[in-house]
């Protein structure tokens, strides 16, 4: 059996955690390839009946001595980490003290991903690809080293970097990143990674894969009888967990300086029930709640309510959003803010889209109320290849050509 041949290796160190577009992607890959090996260290929130159903062959714990001595001591890794977190939260502790128990969650991250990877070779020994859809954004060539084995990881943002004892850790391991092709959904999130990895070959490449499930008119009837918005009432969601890199100050106050009628569905987990009820209170404002995290079926329900899709996110997010690629997969207009400059770029001059400047509340209120003039045009065909979305199985084609070419180059 050849590199191109053998099955696709899915590892998933998050499928544990229900809702986003990672599971989503998982189980569009899966699909695309049938016989694919899926590697969930943790098991999967939602079930495993679609992988099933697509034929994969399910790995929920290591596999091998080798895989179970690493799982194990990232499990100690895990302790360690979560036990110095609580014991130096306080900010009376010096930065270093306080950032290492983020340390440790590296290495137990690190650890995990060599357990998956040891597994992976004892269940496919020829994989036509191996990749890790939630990789870790640090000890990459160790981790490729402790597993044995070549792989693709997608680095989705940079969130904890390494301080000095891993830097040498590393450094020792640099050989290992020729074993590793990264994969950065963003030129945003390229150019913080390689300033920090600048030997770790490198490749650009959207994360959310297009699964051709588009939201049908029966759908968007239903979903606004479900939610009783009436016809022809404008109505926005805003979907996902409020993570500091959102910027919901600015849609808190945009809220609370329009003049028409808009009804706001709030999907996602975690939320704030303080901003929560002070919208309650707006005259203009009715509010839907859905807290999350939700199944794919009350996600559609959502999109299908709203007559757009409101993203606000602070200045410089160079992260891909999953709600731009939720838009343009199943055909729900945008209202986005142009955080981000190549992502502006890319939605300017799309009819399905309006964007405001990112921070500006009057801006942004503008234009909620020019939506009750008639919301922007559904997205069509040709949107998700606007924001860099493929299908999966294009997808799953492109890992394959570049695994091979890492074989290749490593021989």
Known sequence: MSARTGPLVLIEPYA???GGHHQRTLTALAAARPGAVVITPQGIADGPGPLLRSGACIAAGPVGPAAKALRAAARSAEGVSTAGRRAFRSRRWPLPLRRLPHQVTLIARCLTEAACLRTARRLAPQPGAVLILSASEALHGVAALLGGGRHLRFIHELVTTEDRPLRWLGRLAVRGEKRVVALYPTTAVRDQLQRRFPHLPARVRAFAVDDGRRLTEAERDGARSAFTIPTGATAVC???GWWPYKDLATVDAALARITEPLHVLVCGTPLDDAVLERWHRLPRVRVHTVPGPVGEDVLRLVYAAADAALVARRPGTGKESGLVMDAARLGVPLVVSDHDPDLTERLAG?????????GDPDALAKTLDQLADGPPARPGPQAPAA???LPACEQAAYLTET???LVKEYR
């Open 16 to 18: 544990h955690l229900g």
């Open 238 to 240: 805003l979907v996902g």
């Open 350 to 358: 799309q009819p399905w889209t309006r964007l405001f400047p990112a």
């Open 387 to 389: 924001v860099g979305l």
């Open 403 to 405: 695994y091979t070419d």
